[in-house]
């Protein structure tokens, strides 16, 4: 019988599939198009599909691990419908009712767009807000006793108004939960039908806001989340794993109990594979960039890890969950054209998605998108998925004229503008992750992939000055080989605020995290644990932290010296100075932080086999770069390694297509990696 992984990244007009047999090595991949009304029956058909291709009679008990990259709770909460208007309510200390009306009192992008910036509706509307006395002060110590009677009202309350989703979020329970719990016991019994979160459990650190939007997501995207994992429990027939925001995956049995922490799942999932990728190639420091259907995400990874942080936003809501750093732009294939009122070409965030999709799927579509562009252009065959998608060159053609006599362009000049504002969309993304973060952009190289990841990647090479693209082996599904890749994580985290706190106290806190982790480790059936350390720090004063990482073993002053000593370099690397030796300058310890990790096997990237001859194309194609030319295309599965292909051509695959612009050159790495360069 083969034991085989299989990994599902569900995006928004494809679901990306990848088995690895562990018994011979073999990498078979595939993709099927997303059913966005159901993402379960694209996700069960997309693993029938692969099952098949790697064998035939091959069923579901022949696979040892199923891996998930969701984008459900990310789509509830980037349409601005987090589980509804109705049914999400709020409860907080009595006397703080208007902590999410005040928010952070900051206006996005700066004071200038003060005047005329709308401040956007609450996540819960100040009516569905409810209060319980009772107040713990900032070391947990009782102020004033929990009101039970108060908390019992409140729970009727929701109960008599259809309100099912409650978040609680009490003044510094971060400190001591136990009002949160009494809390959650209240509403078991008077409202047994909600589901609740709080911010004890879902982050137990101190600000006030950011905690209670947190714990409010994950409230809002718990039912839905809940609802997708049973059913797609219910028809798998067997138990199955989730990918996290953080880099890890979860059981879906404990994955329903923090949804919140599956809002990057795909992205993550991507940025996680192409780092293995390109270390395995000799390149640890990357930038990648994952180009779908509706969006571009785009990360950075240093030293073979991708950059995390805790300061991440879903939407227009802050989640302080660890996360990948990870930004992402409305440039994807399916992402529109159209003209603004002022009559200049604008291109995205809209998407014409999965259904109907582009004009040239033939599905209904009526704008035209950037796949219709390069369909007119000729730099992608007239197909997808080898063929079995046929493309209606037509229709997109006859939509890029239209546009093009709207705008006074020729139909050439128009599809060309079409791309190059994708192009500046994305690399404005990538200049947020890199010169925004202190990064020099020119040090990266970066690898692209995605079904559209690749199309763009030589201008992007012109555009910032990049010293490569790589484009990896099956680009359209790196997502869903980076969910084989990662190992289960857990993320734990205490707030303790001191200047000189005892080596005693840190010592305390840690162990207790790290039991947490080891419970989590076990349920998930790991009996070999790895924990990481960290710890936020900042200079007294400041209003936020850097985070460093913390050596495991037992706290004394050595070791606490240590942190500090990471601290101060840390923060002169990021910012330019430090206040090292200096004592009018504190360091203050905030957050203590531990990882549980269960390490996985990772899939082997096996070598190709060289290419002494010159490479033949499959055949030409009329192609427009800066002007109409019978151009040559190759099939990318014809090059073995040392294969070297000059623009102006086309490579194309099964699930994506690399156009190669004049004055630059591909040539195929060991590892059947297309590095792109440019020859100018």
């Known amino acids: 019988m083969p034991n085989v992984r299989i990994g599902v990244d569900t995006g928004g007009t494809f679901t990306d599939v990848v088995l690895v047999d562990e018994d011979t090595g073999r990498i078979v991949t595939t993709k099927t198009p997303s059913t966005p009304a159901n993402p379960a029956d694209g996700f069960m058909a997309g693993v029938h599909k692969v099952l098949e291709a790697h064998g035939g009679s091959y069923g579901l008990d022949a696979v040892s691990a199923i891996v998930h990259g969701t984008t459900v709770a990310t789509n509830q909460l980037l349409e601005d419908r987090p589980g509804g208007t109705s049914h999400l309510g709020f409860v907080t200390t009595e006397g703080f009712e208007s902590i999410l009306e005040i928010a952070r009192q ?6 200038g767009n003060s005047y005329f910036w709308v401040k956007p509706p609450r996540i819960v509307p100040v009516h569905r807000v409810r209060t319980v006395g009772g107040r713990l002060d900032h070391l947990g110590h009782e102020v ?11 729970a009727r309350w929701f109960r008599e ?7 609680v979020c009490l003044l510094h329970s971060y400190a001591n939960p136990a009002h949160e719990t009494r809390m959650r016991e209240v509403l078991r019994r008077e409202h047994p039908g909600a589901v609740v979160s709080l911010s004890s459990d879902v982050l137990r650190e101190y600000r006030e806001y950011e905690r209670s939007v947190t714990t409010l997501v994950d409230a809002a995207v718990k039912p839905i989340m809940r609802r997708y994992i049973d059913n797609l429990s219910d028809r798998l027939g067997r138990p199955f794993s989730v990918m996290k925001s953080n880099g890890g995956v979860l059981s879906a049995a404990e994955v329903v109990h923090q949804p919140i922490t599956t809002v990057l799942s795909g992205p993550a999932a991507g940025a996680l594979g192409a780092a293995l990728i390109a270390g395995n190639a000799g390149h640890p420091s990357v930038i990648t960039l994952d180009g779908g259907g509706t969006s571009t995400d785009v990360a950075v990874v240093v030293n073979g890890e991708p950059s995390l942080t805790t300061e991440g936003t879903i939407g227009r809501y802050p989640c302080k969950i660890p996360m990948i750093d990870i930004v992402t732009v409305g440039a994807g294939g399916g ?5 603004s009122p002022e009559g200049t070409l604008k291109v995205g965030p809209p998407s014409a998605g999965a ?16 796949t219709d562009a390069h369909v007119f252009l000729g730099r992608v065959p007239p197909y997808l998925l080898g063929g079995e998608i046929p493309l209606d060159v037509a229709a997109a053609r006859a939509g890029v004229e239209a546009l093009a006599a709207k705008l006074g362009l020729t139909p050439e000049r128009c599809a060309t503008g079409i791309l190059e504002i994708s192009a500046f969309n994305q690399s404005n993304a990538i200049r947020q992750i890199t010169v925004k973060r202190g990064l020099d952009v020119r040090d990266f190289p970066m690898v692209a992939f995605g079904g559209s990841g690749p199309l763009l990647a030589c201008r992007l090479i012109d555009v910032l000055g990049l010293p490569a693209a790589i484009v990896p082996p099956d680009p359209g599904n790196v997502s869903a080989f980076g969910l084989l890749t990662v190992d289960v994580k857990n993320d734990y985290v205490r707030t303790h605020v001191s200047r000189d706190p005892s080596p005693y106290a840190l010592n305390e806190i840690f162990s207790e995290l790290e039991g947490q982790a080891a419970e989590a480790l076990t349920r998930e059936g790991f009996t070999g644990h790895v924990y990481a350390r960290s710890a936020d720090l900042r200079y007294y004063g400041q209003a936020y932290e850097v985070r460093v990482p913390a050596p495991g073993g037992p706290v004394d002053a050595a070791w606490q010296a240590g ?6 370099a840390e923060h002169e690397r990021l910012y330019g100075y430090g206040y090292r030796g200096d004592a009018r300058h504190a360091v203050e310890w905030v957050n203590l932080r531990v990882s549980g990790v269960g390490p996985i096997t990772r899939p082997r990237i096996a070598r190709r ?8 194309p499959l055949a030409t194609r009329d192609v427009f770069y800066e002007r109409w030319g019978r151009t040559v295309i190759y099939r990318r599965g014809d090059l073995g390694a040392g294969a070297v292909v000059r623009g102006p051509a086309v490579i194309e695959e099964y699930g994506s297509t690399l156009p190669v612009h004049p004055g630059f050159t591909a040539t ?13």
């Not at 942190?563 to 101060?568: L, Y």
């Not at 060289?610 to 033949?616: F, I, N």
């Not at 590892?671 to 020859?679: E, I, P, T």
Request: charged share 25%; glycine share 12%.
């Open 335 to 339: 992402s529109i054209a159209w003209i």
């Open 668 to 680: 195929m790495d060991d590892y059947g990696n297309l590095v792109v360069v440019s020859d100018r």
């Open 609 to 616: 086999p060289c290419q002494a001859d010159e490479p033949s």
């Open 355 to 370: 259904d109907p999709g582009p004009l040239c799927y033939g599905k209904g579509g009526t704008e035209v998108t950037v």
């Open 106 to 111: 900051s206006v996005p992008d700066g004071y």
């Open 161 to 167: 108004r259809g309100v099912t989703a409650i978040g």
């Open 144 to 154: 004033r006793p929990f009101d039970e009677e108060q908390a019992a009202e409140v």
């Open 563 to 568: 942190v500090v000593e990471r601290f101060h």
